[in-house]
């Protein structure tokens, strides 16, 4: 009998609720006017004297100071879809950058695989963690960067991208 009381109490306690919110009033049972947070159902203003900055992706990814590689320079068809594609120049050109991907407990890096007198071969490298490890499911695009022999000058700059594990 207990319980059927406990219920019908409930029951009255809800309905009182929702006759207060079905006519517009407060609502409010057992407490005195501003006692408490009052919910509205009004929608906020969304005019704003501060308009957002539109998202830039990775196509403004070249760090202050880095001189981005022209895009007839830059061959970058072997990676995955999705990934950035951009590379820079710092350091006169003596040095090579792009934009990796990593997540969880991997880490990423830049390995130049051959350069020569027509093009530069960048490998990004991402290195995945151990089979024992818990790792979080996050991605993280770092910027990587590799020293050249010389300049980069109007060689093209060819991206790959290979996955290893971590031994």
């Not at 408490?36 to 760090?63: C, I, K, N, Q, R």
């Not at 995955?80 to 792009?98: F, H, I, N, Q, Y």
């Not at 390995?111 to 071969?121: M, P």
Request: proline share 7%; with cysteine.
């Amino acid at each position: 009998m207990r319980s059927l009381g406990t219920a019908i109490g409930t029951g009255a306690l809800l309905a009182a609720v929702l006759v207060g919110c079905a006519s517009g009033q407060s609502g409010e049972v057992g407490a005195g006017a501003g006692s408490g947070p009052t919910l509205t159902t009004e929608p906020a203003p969304t005019t704003s004297s501060v308009e957002a900055e539109p998202d830039p992706g990775f196509d403004s990814a070249v760090p202050q100071g880095g001189v981005e590689v022209p895009a007839a320079q830059l061959n970058a068809g072997a990676l995955a879809e999705g990934s950035p594609r951009t590379a820079w120049t710092e350091d006169g050109g003596l040095v090579l950058g792009a934009i990796g991907q990593e997540g969880g407990c991997g880490t990423s890096r830049m390995e130049i695989a051959e350069q020569n007198e027509q093009q530069v071969i960048a490998v990004l490298v991402e290195t995945l963690s151990g089979a024992d490890e818990i790792c979080t499911m996050d991605i993280r695009f770092p910027p990587l960067t590799a020293k050249l022999d010389q300049p980069l000058g109007e060689r093209a700059v060819v991206l790959q991208a290979r996955q290893e594990q971590k031994k």
